[in-house]
């Protein structure tokens, strides 16, 4: 049984980016009863497939319309972060943040320097007051999109942030997913582990549950 609230208070989620990652939390999110307005950077022309697939809760939407819930999952390339700073007021929302700290796409490619930060703390600093949480960056696309209940288990989907509040709220809405959500503490410690190239980074686990 879970341990952590509900996601009542977020019936509409954002999704900025369309990517593999993007597609397959926007379905995650329709699927349960969420309305999702998803944006790119191209506009919402190229989003009509997409949406067609997910359904009537999916609308694309330009990248500002897309953040403008109070719950956002930042799926965009880690370099194009500096990029939203302007796009919406991003103080108090909550922000999933799925990015991994690749210098290039297509193919993904090298290690983007941020210094001492680990790559969530760096776009904290890019979306000035929005309460970051780090999650979903540690798994594959494919096993964000398929069902996460198994016969041996549940998928773990690792979190880490530095608000007890937001923290609570991503993960209730990752277990109403299905998904085992596993507290890693703040973004230093947490997001250092499931960083690209960190110790979780990449790992795929199932958490079996005990009655």
């Known amino acids: 049984m879970s341990t952590h609230g509900t996601m009542s208070t977020h019936r509409t989620i954002g999704v900025l980016g369309a990517g593999e990652v993007g597609q397959a939390v926007a379905d995650k999110a329709v699927r349960h009863g969420h309305d999702v307005l998803i944006g790119n950077s191209r506009g919402p022309g190229t989003l009509e497939a997409l949406v067609g697939r997910l359904g009537p809760r999916a609308r694309g939407v330009t990248a ?15 370099f194009a972060v500096p990029e939203l700073t302007g796009l919406t007021t991003w103080a ?39 309460r970051i949480v780090k999650a979903l960056n ?28 937001a923290k609570a709220a991503v993960a209730g809405l990752l277990d109403a997913f299905g998904f085992a959500a596993l507290d890693l503490g703040g973004l230093r410690e947490g997001g250092r582990l499931m960083q690209l190239d960190g110790a979780l980074s990449a790992k795929h686990l199932l958490l079996q549950d005990v009655d």
């Open 64 to 78: 500002e319309e897309a953040a403008k819930p109070e719950l956002v999952f930042l799926s965009v390339p880690f």
């Open 92 to 130: 108090g929302k909550i922000v999933v943040d799925t990015t991994n700290q690749f210098a290039a796409a297509n193919p993904w490619r090298g290690r983007y320097d941020v210094g001492d930060l680990t790559g969530s703390e760096w776009v904290a600093r890019h979306l000035p007051g929005a």
């Open 138 to 165: 540690t798994l594959y696309a494919p096993f964000i999109a398929a069902d996460p209940r198994h016969a041996e288990g549940r998928q773990v989907a690792f979190y880490a942030g530095d608000d007890a509040d």
